[in-house]
């Protein structure tokens, strides 16, 4: 069955990497091999557009400080959302992260007030997790359910109440993906309903241990590697505190490399200073994409810190499909990445002591044990996370929500 399929993206298609944005061009590109037509929505910048990476853009987005993060929104126009729904006539529409203002509340808008040859089914794809909602964030939420409502002429009974924004979103999904079973236990939670788990997908072709390395990264010193969003959520501060442990212990031969931006950036780079370990670590920004995946085969280790907010840490089965050793907190969103062999090196979140004594403990290993935990981690995410895999579990799904003779 040839489906129209409908990606659509709360956050703009920028240059900087984003584990949504990955995901919707890494499934994009599967479903397309396997002859689905598949159209990819954002908002943001034309030059996306310009670039080829998304197929339309509806409105434009925002940003907005919250919880140990940035919130990334954007403002769209219903009557815009319609002339794409007709020009591309979906017959599954994926809504990923739906809550987020306000993209996909626009297209479920568009989607009930046109006469469509046929309704698409709607999907709401869930990402993201946290332990729990801040003040800012709980109220962000609150105005979602009860306070953005408009009047609107019934015939029967004259001025009502719309439904709401986010019981307009929540009503009309006729399925929810969750990327873990971290995520559905969060989502199925505060909105309660059935959740297909389908994990990230992993180009394992790309990520592929034997290929070239980064010269940014190789050295005299052994690398431990960090890449992401440079937020409180992530936990880098512990990882510099845990390296300045291992430097006092006489651990001398490793260097961390820091990769990404964000808005603690500088603070972070202060905390180098203060730390004295300027020599020991370094920033090397945002990389593109092809220079990611060489410094994840480069370094001899990737730690994933993170105190919160993970759905499914992609870096760690990304650095694994690499053949990298991983050390990550003990969260989750990162439990169901890590995979057996590692485990048991998993390091108590918040806590530098644990995170510097779990880097040791696998920077210790022999060699031979090294050699066999890259070589099952590669296998592992080749079953299990590999871009054919997932991509037949989607398609499944969406077909069984179809309608026969769609």
Known sequence: MKMRIMLVSPYTFAEEPGGVKDFILGLES??????????????????????????????????????????????????????????????????????????????????????????????????ARREGFGFRLKAIEFIGKHIIRRPKLNRKTGFVLSSGYISTINRNLDARIAVSKASKRFW????????????????????????????????????????????????????????????KSGILGVKLKIAGEGEMTENLKAMVEKLSLRDFIEFVGVMPRAEL?????????????????????????????????????????????????????????????????????????????KQEIRRLGREDVVARFDWEIIAKQHIAFYESLLPRGV
């Open 188 to 247: 199925q939670k505060r909105y309660p309903g059935e959740y297909k788990v389908i994990y990230n997908g992993i180009d394992t072709d790309e990520l592929a241990p034997m290929a070239p390395t980064s010269p940014r990264l190789r050295g005299a010193r052994k690398i431990i590697f960090f890449a992401g969003r440079h937020d409180a959520r992530k936990g880098i501060g512990d990882l510099i505190n845990a390296f300045s442990l291992l430097i």
């Open 30 to 127: 599967s479903l397309a091999k396997k002859g689905h037509i598949v159209t990819v929505i954002a908002p943001g910048s034309k030059k996306a557009e310009k670039q080829g990476l998304v197929d339309f853009t509806l409105g434009r987005s925002f940003r907005l400080s919250t919880d140990q993060t940035e919130l990334t929104g954007s403002f769209s126009r219903k009557k815009t959302a319609g002339e794409i729904l007709e020009k591309v006539a979906p017959d599954v529409v994926i809504i990923h992260e739906p809550f987020v203002p306000t993209i996909g509340h626009t297209i479920i808008s568009a989607i009930l007030r046109k006469d469509l040859r046929i309704r698409p089914v709607i999907i709401g794809q869930f990402h």
């Open 293 to 369: 995946v060489k410094a994840y085969r480069t370094a001899d280790l990737l730690v994933a810190p993170s105190i919160d907010g993970e759905g499914f840490n992609r870096t760690i089965a990304e650095a694994r499909s690499c053949g990298t050793l991983v050390v990550c907190t003990n969260i989750n969103g990162q439990k169901e990445a890590i995979g057996r062999e590692l485990s048991g090196f998993m390091a108590r979140p918040d806590d530098s002591t644990s995170l510097a004594k779990q880097i040791k403990a696998v920077m210790d290993l022999p060699e031979s044990k």
